[in-house]
């Protein structure tokens, strides 16, 4: 370890008492004992690898209104030399997020980053006899390392936990709040790898090819997981970089976390927290329900990049409509200034209390206008209960040109606060009501305002023409605001 880590460590220990580790449970994730609604950005793959340059991109995530930055942390400069373990640019990155109060992810780059084993050390890439390549189907050596490698795994393991060790030894404040392992896991550019040591075990199997190396993949996660929270109890999970519809294993990242393979990935690898997706199609809705399932909380890592105009409706209905724990672009440092989803985060980090308070409960929903693989925007107003009451959601605002409005940034959630009561936040989302049964219902109040530590506060009346003389619940598409609403039934 360098000097100037060994110096940041004695002055965190001298911080003050171990914080207790994030954690999940029926609440979400807590951090600091309380409930924590991940509002993040993931950053470009480099940009945090020197400590010297690191100052702007935290300086950018804190002025965007980040709560919390994933950075990776690379094997390669953990451990350039066997066994001598070296921490400067783990400790800078805790030191830049202590300074501006903001957590971190670690996203683990050890064996595989996107399938291929570019971050792992030289002493690794370079000893072939020591360490197995993966094969294609025709024979050819592969830039990525075989799961089916017990030194392989020894190697990685060992680096991880001496992280883990590290990160547990100096990070008393509890910046870090969960781990990644590893990176978008999956086999190119053919189902399976076909090195000797795997085609010996494939022999025996009767597993479909895919099958088959999910289970490798999800062993060696297993081990990774079960041995670095030895050292360090957090919440830790994996990512899957999503197959491309009529595509054939091996022709997308074959194996990885995905939802045919969850059997899988559950079963052999328990204590893995976590299976999130990382979503650049254009099918968010779709692409994002199938990890929403009991026993997996959902977290997105890295959804499309930074300014792009649905990411902030994206997050609205992941967190909505789905309890999801957190959101987070990718190469969050590259957002535009002035980009809709400062305003929307600014507006969501307000509403944490609320949101948190109501996960579980089936008092939320999200609400956006689902994209298509192609890109075709379905803007059929959408119906739905909540708190006994039917709404109609649509998506094209009724009072701004066709021309002047995108309805791929239009999103918004509603949170049932009481008895025909409801907080509605978003954007370029008018809401409508139904009568149920024998009577009819009416707005008997709309309120526009903000929320400060968990509590509303009044602004404007909404009356007349900004309800349309009670017609409706209108969130302008140009601005990211929130309004409280009181429903009444007459007959």
């Known amino acids: 370890m360098k000097l100037p880590a060994l110096i940041l460590v004695g002055a965190l220990l001298a911080s003050g008492v171990q914080a207790l580790p994030a954690r999940l449970s029926d609440k979400g994730l807590m951090v600091d004992g309380k409930p924590f609604l991940i509002l993040g950005g993931e950053v470009g793959n480099s940009s945090v690898s020197d400590p010297k340059q690191m100052a702007p991109v935290f300086d950018k995530a804190k002025a965007i209104g980040l709560n919390t930055l994933l950075v990776p942390v690379e094997w390669d400069q953990i451990e350039p030399v066997e066994g001598r373990f070296d921490f400067t640019v783990t400790d800078a990155l805790l030191a830049e997020a202590r300074a501006r109060d903001l957590k971190l992810v670690i996203l683990w780059f050890g064996a595989w980053k996107n399938s291929m084993s570019t971050y792992a050390p030289a002493w690794v890439k370079t000893d072939q006899k020591r360490f197995t390549r993966a094969r294609s189907a025709e024979g050819v050596a592969q830039d990525i390392l075989t799961p089916f490698d017990e030194d392989l795994l020894m190697a990685d393991v060992k680096a991880f936990s001496a992280f883990m060790a590290h990160l547990k030894q100096v990070d008393t404040s509890g910046v870090v709040i969960m781990v990644q392992i590893e990176n978008e896991i999956g086999m190119l550019p053919s189902a399976r790898d076909h090195s000797d040591l795997a085609t010996k ?7 479909t090819e895919e099958r088959f190396q999910a289970r490798s993949y999800a062993r060696f996660v297993e081990a990774m997981a079960k041995a670095g929270k030895a050292q360090y109890d957090l919440p830790m999970y994996v990512n899957a970089a999503l197959n491309r519809p009529g595509k054939l294993p091996g022709e997308y990242p074959s194996a990885g976390p995905l939802p045919h393979l969850f059997d899988i990935w559950k079963g052999v690898a328990p204590s893995v927290d976590m299976l999130s997706p990382d979503i650049y199609f254009p099918d968010f809705v779709e692409r994002v329900k199938p990890y929403a399932f009991k026993g997996n909380p959902l977290f997105i890592p890295e959804a499309h990049y930074a300014g792009d105009a649905v990411a902030s ?21 590259n957002l535009p200034d002035g980009d809709p989803l400062i305003s929307a985060y600014a507006l969501l980090d307000s509403l944490a209390p609320l949101i948190n308070a109501q996960r579980g409960k089936e008092t939320m929903r999200g609400l956006r206008a689902p994209i298509n693989y192609d890109g075709v925007i379905d803007t059929t107003p959408q119906v739905f209960e909540l708190g ?24 918004a959630m509603i949170i049932q606060t009481g008895k025909d009561e409801f907080v509605v936040a978003g954007s370029g989302v008018t809401l409508t009501f139904a009568d149920t049964g024998k009577e009819r219902i009416g707005m008997e109040q709309v309120v526009e305002g903000t929320y400060e530590n968990g509590v509303f506060v009044p602004g404007r009346w909404l009356n007349g023409d900004q309800t349309h003389q009670g017609r409706h619940l209108r969130l302008p598409p140009d601005t990211w605001g929130v309004q409280r609403l009181k429903l009444y039934k007459y007959n």
């Not at 075990?201 to 597993?207: A, E, I, P």
């Not at 006994?388 to 002047?404: E, L, M, Q, S, V």
């Open 201 to 207: 075990q494939f022999m025996v199997t009767r597993d």
């Open 313 to 333: 409706a994206n997050a609205y209905y992941a967190i909505g409509e789905l309890d999801a724990i957190g959101f987070s672009p990718f190469s969050i440092e």
């Open 388 to 411: 006994g009451c039917r709404f109609t959601a649509a998506f094209i605002d009724p009072w701004t040109a066709r021309d002047k409005q995108n309805p791929n940034s239009h999103g």
